[in-house]
């Protein structure tokens, strides 16, 4: 990771790397799908109770893969956990199921908390369904057919706001954003 260059030159060491890559679907049965990995590696050999580690073998290597319809309403959920730092974290794969007919939107992370339980499943695949969502947003946020599309059209003659408006500061219905490309999600302060 490149340094800004105005920061002071100070000596330090690598001592963990977490990558987490999600990847959006468009599937032909209409859902849409996400497969997300989070990997931990240290860059040094560790060794404790459970297992001996190479550098960069993974301390956790952990999937999900959820498929939505359009209205991100959950069809299937599934984990797998290839690697983690105890025999027992794999008991928790089956418990991403419990997501199944949930709808991910406003309060997702408290359905989460609610759905997986603190102690029934486990903090980094809990975590790994924040990007997750993200990502099913930012694929599906571009419709069906996107090349070469202005991926606005479908929603410049819509009468229900799209899931973005009022989802962060730009795309505020008293903002500029919608006032300029979606006037009809704009309210009256924007038009103004």
Same mark, same amino acid.
């Given at each position: 990771? +490149?340094?800004p260059e105005d920061q002071t030159k100070t000596q330090r060491r690598l001592m963990h790397r977490r990558t987490i890559e999600c990847e959006g679907y468009l599937r032909d049965d209409g859902l849409w799908e996400v497969e997300a990995r989070l990997v931990d590696v240290?860059?040094?050999?560790?060794?404790?109770r459970y297992r001996s580690l190479q550098a960069d073998d993974p301390i956790h290597d952990i999937r999900l893969?959820? +498929?939505?319809?359009?209205?991100?309403?959950?069809h299937e959920a599934e984990a797998t956990m290839s690697a983690t730092p105890f025999p027992t974290c794999i008991a928790v794969e089956p418990v991403l199921r419990?997501?199944?007919?949930?709808r991910i939107g406003k309060g997702w992370h408290k359905l989460i908390r609610q759905q997986l339980?603190?102690?029934?499943s486990c903090t980094h695949l809990s975590e790994l369904l924040g990007p997750a969502a993200t990502t099913l947003f930012q694929t599906i946020g571009q419709g069906r057919t996107p090349e070469g599309g202005d991926p606005l059209a479908d929603q410049r003659s819509s009468t229900k706001p799209p899931f973005f408006v009022n989802g962060c500061h730009s795309w505020r219905s008293d903002?500029?954003?919608v006032a300029e490309l979606l006037p009809q999600f704009a309210s009256q302060a924007a038009k103004e």
């Amino acid at each position: 990771m +490149a340094q800004p260059e105005d920061q002071t030159k100070t000596q330090r060491r690598l001592m963990h790397r977490r990558t987490i890559e999600c990847e959006g679907y468009l599937r032909d049965d209409g859902l849409w799908e996400v497969e997300a990995r989070l990997v931990d590696v240290k860059p040094f050999p560790m060794s404790d109770r459970y297992r001996s580690l190479q550098a960069d073998d993974p301390i956790h290597d952990i999937r999900l893969r959820l +498929a939505v319809d359009d209205d991100f309403k959950i069809h299937e959920a599934e984990a797998t956990m290839s690697a983690t730092p105890f025999p027992t974290c794999i008991a928790v794969e089956p418990v991403l199921r419990r997501l199944v007919g949930e709808r991910i939107g406003k309060g997702w992370h408290k359905l989460i908390r609610q759905q997986l339980g603190k102690l029934e499943s486990c903090t980094h695949l809990s975590e790994l369904l924040g990007p997750a969502a993200t990502t099913l947003f930012q694929t599906i946020g571009q419709g069906r057919t996107p090349e070469g599309g202005d991926p606005l059209a479908d929603q410049r003659s819509s009468t229900k706001p799209p899931f973005f408006v009022n989802g962060c500061h730009s795309w505020r219905s008293d903002g500029p954003i919608v006032a300029e490309l979606l006037p009809q999600f704009a309210s009256q302060a924007a038009k103004e």
